[in-house]
């Protein structure tokens, strides 16, 4: 008998390594569908409730995200944060601010594109932004898919997680600025403040 174990202990050792796996994936695969279900049931939280700040009105524009869906977003030039002064009249100038129907500050100091927290919206930037505007920088805010108002891809279900639709999203609204800076023939830095999700897009 003692012969036969010990010229079968590497057979009996590979048997329970193999048994402690299957058991190992066993208790993993239940686990990972509990969180993942968790997660697509649960809102997220958000940080800081958007409702607690005084909302700040732009020039809104829409666009598209890279795969063509159609998206809305919003322009907050540095010089207009104040909501009484956010309204653009086409066609006329100031000789302090200049082109009133520009899309940026004439002194701006760069474009920050602002990504909104999941479950959220594009307005959610005046909690965050405003330090940015009265710095001198100009923001360009948008609903990121299947929030606010904009449209959506049928079948798509947003997550909290990144995924390709939101970085289809942000690079649409990258080539957007883009265009209306090399529209106007500025050479601004851009920017990205990315709040949706844990992942941050890399471009």
Not at 48 to 54: L, V
Request: proline fraction near 3%; hydrophobic fraction near 40%.
């Amino acid at each position: 008998m003692l012969q036969m174990i010990g010229d079968h202990w590497l057979l009996g050792l590979a048997v329970l390594i193999a048994l402690a796996a299957l058991g190992i994936v066993a208790m993993l695969s239940k686990y990972v569908r509990l969180m993942l279900n968790i997660i697509r049931d649960t809102p997220a939280f958000l940080l800081i409730n958007p409702a607690d700040s005084e909302r700040i009105d732009g020039r809104k524009v829409n666009f598209r995200a890279f795969d063509g869906t159609l998206l809305q977003g919003m322009y907050l030039r540095a010089d207009r944060a104040d909501p009484a002064e956010a309204k653009v009249i086409a066609g006329q100038y100031d000789e302090d601010r200049g082109r009133i129907d520009s899309y940026f500050s004439p002194h701006s100091r760069g474009v920050i594109i602002y990504c909104h927290e999941y479950g959220s919206d594009m307005h959610s930037c005046s909690r965050y932004c405003r330090a940015l505007l009265e710095a001198g920088f100009d923001i360009f805010t948008f609903d990121f898919r299947s929030h606010g108002e904009s449209g959506n891809l049928s079948g798509y279900e947003p997550r909290f997680w990144c995924t390709d639709k939101e970085v289809s999203d942000c690079l649409g609204a990258l080539a957007l600025v883009e265009t209306q800076l090399e529209e106007e023939r500025r050479n601004l830095s851009i920017g990205f403040l990315v709040f949706h999700g844990a992942a941050v897009p890399r471009f």
